[in-house]
């Protein structure tokens, strides 16, 4: 057990002991050479010293002070007590000289809420000497005037120390006059006007403006509460049974207004109706005077017009007669020349055969053959005829084609070479 508290021993010297030790000196070195070097150099640390301060100070305690938006400042002088009000912008401000407040500029609201309730900390008492709770709302600002002046008697906490006393000295003593149901219902507007009328001098005189008092919701006891619902109820179905009265009222006179407004729009609807049908018939008549002799003047004109039309049609069938009569002329002289064309066509093609018929006999004459090859074509179209001159007796018939020049008779040998050549066809 000695051994190891011997080794835990030296541990610790050598761990702890020495290199604190060894620190120990190295600080002390260290302090030694910058006491000296600070020493030598005194003046220039004390500078140094001195303005870091002043730095330090500044940056802690600036001298300026920046308005925010809505926001008054007011720098009191600790010399003279002077007081300056400032709107925008940066102040300068010193220590120990200048006192700085900020007041807000913008409407601030104040509501007594211990008061709000009728079963609250610190109810109004009515003349009847019941509990009530008002929900009122005070809106206020300070004075921008007369900042400057009460300044150095506005506390810190405006709303708590003066709005709030001087609102529950004017309010508590106000309601406690009236009655539960005039405070509820009959006479609220008054009692606002009336808070504002005492509240409002009285924020004067303390620097600062009222701009309105609200009264909200107005809490009652239970019990009472419970009777006031049920006398309001019946003062309603009340009301409710006075006003249906009225409207049936005015119901049965509009029903007779309608009536009488019936029976005068029926009269005259009627004269207008007898007024609309004398004007109709004036008019009618007026407008026959004008249409009568418009009508003759129809007639009239139809009449013209009748004639006109018969005189136009005989005039056409005058016209028709005259061009039928002029078309049966031409047509007679057209069948005439017609005639005398043809007689003239049927003349020349009688002498255009005679004149053929003449050629023909006289060709026939000089060549007789021609009668036998005519006839031969009119028997067939497969016949072919060849004319040539009768051989000799004896002889063969185209003995004359091959340039034999005897004798024969020419008649005889063309009838002997048809023959022959219409039994080769058949």
Not at 11 to 18: N, T
Not at 122 to 132: C, D, N, R, W, Y
Not at 257 to 262: C, F, I, K, Q, Y
Request: net charge neutral; no cysteine; aromatic share 6%.
């Amino acid at each position: 057990m000695s051994g190891r508290l011997d080794a835990f021993f030296e541990f610790v010297q050598r761990g702890l002991v020495e290199p604190l030790g060894r620190l120990g000196v190295l600080l002390m070195t260290a302090f030694r050479s910058l006491a000296t070097v600070l020493w030598h150099f005194r003046w220039r640390v004390g500078i140094i010293a001195v303005l870091g301060l002043i730095v330090y100070g500044l940056y802690t305690h600036p001298p300026f002070e920046s308005i925010r938006r809505g926001e008054v400042l007011a720098r009191t002088d600790a010399l003279d007590g002077s007081v300056n009000v400032y709107t925008t912008g940066t102040v300068l401000v010193l220590p120990g000289i200048h006192q700085v407040r900020r007041y807000s500029i913008r409407d601030q609201v104040y509501r007594p809420t211990e008061s709000a309730s009728a079963t609250g900390p610190a109810p109004f008492q009515s003349v009847e000497g019941l509990s009530i709770g008002v929900d009122l709302a005070v809106r206020w600002t300070v004075d921008r005037a007369r900042l400057a002046q009460m300044s150095k008697e506005f506390p810190d906490d405006i709303s708590a120390e003066l709005v709030a006393p001087a609102v529950q000295g004017i309010v508590y003593p106000t309601f406690a006059r009236y009655s539960v149901r005039e405070i509820f219902s009959q006479r609220r507007v008054e009692i606002r006007e009336e808070l504002i009328a005492k509240l409002t001098p009285k924020f004067t005189a303390m620097g600062l403006v009222l701009r309105e008092v609200e009264m909200g919701k107005v809490d009652l006891p239970p019990d009472y509460r419970a009777g006031m619902e049920k006398l309001l109820s019946e003062e309603l179905e009340t009301e409710k049974i006075h006003y249906t009265l009225q409207l049936k009222e005015a119901q049965v006179k509009q029903q007779q207004l309608e009536a009488e407004a019936d029976k005068v729009r029926r009269q005259t609807a009627a004269e207008a109706a007898g007024q609309e049908q004398v004007i109709a018939a004036r008019a009618q008549e007026e407008t026959m005077k004008h249409i009568l002799p418009f009508k003759q003047k129809q007639i009239e004109q139809r009449q013209l017009e009748a004639e006109a039309d018969k005189v136009a049609r005989i005039r056409t069938a005058e016209g028709a007669a005259e061009a039928r009569r002029i078309e049966a002329r031409g047509e007679a002289d057209s069948r005439q020349k017609l005639a005398d064309a043809e007689a003239y066509r049927l003349d020349l093609v009688g002498k255009a055969g005679a004149g053929q018929l003449e050629r023909e006999g006289a060709l026939v004459t000089r060549y007789p053959l021609l009668i036998q090859k005519t006839l031969a074509d009119k028997l067939s179209d497969k016949v072919q005829v060849i004319i040539a001159p009768l051989p000799a007796a004896g002889k063969f018939i185209g003995s004359s084609l091959l340039g034999d020049q005897s004798p024969v008779n020419p008649v005889e040998d063309a009838a002997a070479a048809v023959t022959s050549q219409v039994k080769g066809s058949k």
